[in-house]
C-alpha cells in the first residue's frame, strides 16, 4: 500500500507494519510527537482492513450503574458521591430488575454494569444483582464489575482474588469492563487517584480473571495530566500481559472530560488527540483483535471518522450511560438499533451487529 507521508520518519514505521514487526516503545514516542495525522491513520488504517476487512463492529447493550457512592473520591470522576451526599444513590435489585424490563421488548444482548467502591454492601447484594440480570435476561452476556471493583470486593470481604472471581462467575459474570487502570503511571496515581489500586495490582486482577475463564476490555483514559512517555508505557503493558494470557478482547481509549470534577480547568481532547489515539492504539497494540471508537465519550461523528483510523467497534447502543454525561458528554444518552447501523453505513463500512464475544448475531427477522 503505496502512502505519502507529510512526516518522513513515519517510512520506517510502515517499514514495521508492512512486515508485520512489532512496534517499540521508541516508535510509539515517534508516532505520538508527530503530527502527520493523515499519514498515521493511513498506517493504522491498513492494519484494521488487513484484520477486518469493510466490517464493523456494535453490540445492542444496555447499562447499568448501581451506585455512585465510592470511598475513592478520584479527582478526575465526576460520577462518585459519599454516602449521604446529596445525588447520592444507590439502586436496588428491584431497580435494576425495573430498568432490565423497561426496556424487555429491545433485543439486547450484553448488560454492562459497574458502580462505585460502596463502603458496607454485603456480597450477597452483587451476587444478587447478578441473579437478578440473569433472570431476566437469560440469554444476554452481564459484562460487570471493574478490576478495581473485583480487588475492593475480595479485600473487603476477606476473600482471595480466585474465589471471588468464581463466585461471580457462578452467579452469571460473563465478562469483564476495561476501566480502573487509567493510566498506569505511579506519579499519575498519586496525583489524581492515590486510594485506588495501583498498575501491578490492575494487572494481577486481570490476569486471575483471564486465568478463571473470564475475557476481558482494556481502557486507557488520556487528555489529563498525563505525557507521551506514559501512553506508551500504559500500552506496552497491555500489550505484555495480552502476550501471556490472550485475554483482552477489545482496547478502548478514553477521552477525559473534566465537567464538574476537580480538572475542570483541563480543555477538552481534540478531535486531533482522539483520533491520533485511536490510530496509535492500533498500530501499537498487535496482538489485540479489537479497537473501539467509543463514541459516547468522542462523539458520533467522530466515531465515524475514527473506523478510517484503526478503528473496527462502536461499542454499541449504549442505553442509560452515566458515568461520562456526568463529566459533561455532549453525546447522545443511548443510541437505536437503526442509528448505530445508519453510523457504520454513512461512514463506508458494513455493519455487523456482534454479541459480547464478537460473534455475528441474527435476530431471524
Avoid at 12 to 38: C, F, M, P, Q, T
Amino acid at each position: 500500500m503505496k502512502i505519502k507521508f507529510k512526516d518522513k520518519r513515519l517510512q520506517g514505521i510502515k517499514e514495521k507494519v508492512d512486515a508485520a514487526s512489532r512496534l517499540n516503545e521508541e516508535d510509539g514516542r515517534l508516532l505520538y510527537e508527530g503530527n502527520d495525522i493523515v499519514g498515521i491513520g493511513s498506517l493504522a488504517d491498513q492494519v484494521r482492513r488487513n484484520r477486518h476487512g469493510d466490517n464493523a463492529y456494535f453490540v445492542y447493550n444496555q447499562h447499568i450503574n448501581y451506585t455512585n457512592i465510592c470511598i475513592n473520591r478520584c479527582r478526575f470522576c465526576a460520577y462518585s458521591r459519599s454516602a449521604g451526599e446529596e445525588g447520592a444513590f444507590l439502586l436496588s435489585p428491584d431497580d435494576v430488575r425495573a430498568a432490565l424490563e423497561s426496556r424487555n421488548r429491545e433485543p439486547i444482548t450484553e448488560i454492562h454494569m459497574v458502580g462505585g467502591l460502596h463502603p458496607s454492601l454485603p456480597f450477597d447484594y452483587y451476587l444478587e444483582l447478578l441473579d437478578t440480570i440473569h433472570g431476566i435476561r437469560p440469554n444476554a452476556t452481564i459484562k460487570a464489575f471493574t478490576a478495581v471493583e473485583i480487588d475492593y470486593l475480595a479485600r473487603l470481604y476477606g476473600r482471595s482474588l480466585e474465589e471471588t472471581i468464581s463466585c461471580l462467575k457462578a452467579a452469571g459474570l460473563g465478562l469483564i469492563p476495561g476501566g480502573g487502570a487509567e493510566v498506569m503511571s505511579d506519579r499519575i496515581r498519586q496525583a489524581l487517584f492515590p486510594k485506588k489500586i495501583g498498575k501491578e495490582r490492575w494487572l494481577e486482577v486481570m490476569a486471575a480473571l483471564h486465568a478463571a475463564g473470564l475475557k476481558s476490555n482494556a481502557t486507557m483514559l488520556y487528555g489529563h495530566i498525563e505525557t507521551i512517555e506514559e501512553r506508551v508505557a500504559h500500552l506496552i503493558e497491555l500489550r505484555k500481559l495480552q502476550d501471556k494470557t490472550g485475554g483482552f478482547s477489545a482496547f478502548i481509549p478514553l477521552a477525559f472530560h473534566s465537567e464538574n470534577t476537580e480538572l475542570s480547568d483541563i480543555p477538552a481532547t481534540t478531535a486531533y488527540d482522539d483520533l491520533k489515539n485511536v490510530a496509535i492504539a492500533r498500530l501499537m497494540l498487535d496482538n489485540f483483535d479489537h479497537i473501539k471508537a467509543y463514541w459516547v465519550m468522542i462523539g458520533e461523528k467522530l466515531a465515524q471518522a475514527a473506523l478510517s483510523f484503526g478503528a473496527d467497534d462502536l461499542d454499541g447502543t449504549i442505553m442509560e450511560e452515566k458515568i461520562t454525561h456526568m463529566a459533561g458528554a455532549k453525546s447522545a444518552k443511548g443510541l437505536t438499533y437503526a442509528q448505530m447501523k445508519e453510523l457504520v453505513e454513512a461512514a463506508g463500512y458494513i455493519p455487523i451487529e456482534r454479541d459480547s464475544f464478537y460473534q455475528p448475531v441474527d435476530h431471524g427477522c
